[in-house]
């Protein structure tokens, strides 16, 4: 807000000036207004400077914001091919302007300057053409995969993807902590941008969600004993998110950690390793086999008439027949049933009648 106001001053200033010397302009075309010499300067000066405040933040502050946030999104490495190419083009630009100029009027005072620009962007196109070109010759005659520099290197862990949805989770930075992910954590700048996007909504909870993801991020990089690199790598033909990770997964040969059914789905039949965090969830949940013996605390009724409801430690419902009577109370029970669903482990029980 401080720099849109600082921009808005100086483009009044600006703009103020130039009214002034069209004012001058405007007594020579207009010979009948010298007679009222100081009003025409004060009021073009008036309105130059009015123009100035008002479209100056448009003309200059909000299209380098527009070109920072493009340049963001660029790789590193398109980003510098595109500068060597367009500074090989100008400089062949350059070589043939002088040629271009000797010609007659009017082709040698535009053809220098069309020659030059046509030779920047040539420059460009080609540069990037290049990287990409060179990036598959190495890929398939004779380079080496991110699997086989593991090998050589000694590093025995593949790379893991993080997708959104599992760092707005946030069980990862827990997960992190234990020592049970081994090897490099690499989240994309494609899912960085879609957690600020998110952060930005004007939906509370979605701006909530994309915030507590970006702080999940920054406590990753700050306390977890997993190194955590971000990425610019991105394959500029696909759009979507999740088909982004999937292509990088299969480059870098690396595995992706989610929470999302379908993207897990859609790997695997592609052939990608994922790591689903609710599947570990589900994975390491109290195994009870039906027989067994445990108290629970009945917190609710049941769907059912005379049943009550409650949970163990890590979250497993448990549905206690006869249990409705005694919600509030903590009540020896004996497994009947243990039923795997969809959200998980649901484990029915009966009282103990001792």
Known sequence: MKNDLVTRIIGAVVFLLAGLTLSDQLLLWFPALEAHLMLTRIISSLLGAVIGFIVSPAISIRPLRRLRHTVQQVPIQTLMSSIIGLFLGLALGALVAYPLSLLPRPLGEFLPFLGAVLAGYLGVMIATMRADIAHTIRERFGGKTQAECNEQTGVAHRSILLDTSVIIDGRIADICTTGFIQGELIVPLFVLNELQHIADSADTLRRNRGRRG????????????????????????????????????????????????????????????????????????????????????????????????GYLDDGTMVVVEDGRAYIGQTVDVTVSKVLQTAAGRMIFARRDYA
Do not use: C, W
């Not at 920054?218 to 977890?224: A, E, G, P, T, Y």
């Not at 695997?268 to 013996?293: D, F, I, R």
């Open 214 to 309: 970006l702080e999940i991020l920054r406590q990753l990089q700050d306390s977890s004993p997993v190194p955590v690199r971000i990425t610019d790598e991105d394959d500029e033909n696909v759009k979507e998110v999740d088909d982004k990770l999937i292509t990088l997964a299969r480059k870098l040969d690396a595995h992706i950690l989610t929470n999302d059914y379908n993207l897990n789905r859609v790997a695997e039949l592609q052939g990608v390793a994922v790591l689903n965090v609710n599947e570990l969830a589900n994975s390491v949940k109290t195994v009870l086999l039906p027989g067994e013996s445990f108290s629970i605390h009945v917190i609710q009724a049941g769907k059912e008439m005379d049943q009550g409801v």
